[in-house]
């Protein structure tokens, strides 16, 4: 199973340190492995909000089915924001 995730203006060390919290191994800057799924990030181009640029990466996860949902889960509650 492969899942994206497009994550808006939250540091790279942040999203690196989410993945190694939910288990994996860095492996390069932006890989991560660990047993039954693996991780990239890809910066994409900023997002452009009238005057200003918001930083954009792609988290994909890749791996067993199950696995792979536990983790989409794990890294959409790290990274909701919430208003107020």
Known sequence: MRVE?????LPLHRLQEYL????ATQV????FLAENW???????????????TVRRDLVV???ADEAVLA??????????????
């Open 71 to 84: 983790i989409h889960d794990f890294m959409r509650g790290k990274t909701m924001r919430g208003g107020g």
């Open 28 to 31: 390069a800057e932006r890989r």
């Open 61 to 63: 996860i890749e791996g």
């Open 20 to 23: 190694i919290e939910a288990g």
């Open 38 to 52: 693996q991780a990239e990030i890809v910066a994409m181009e900023p997002a452009k909000i009238i005057t200003m």
């Open 5 to 9: 995730m497009e994550i808006r203006n």
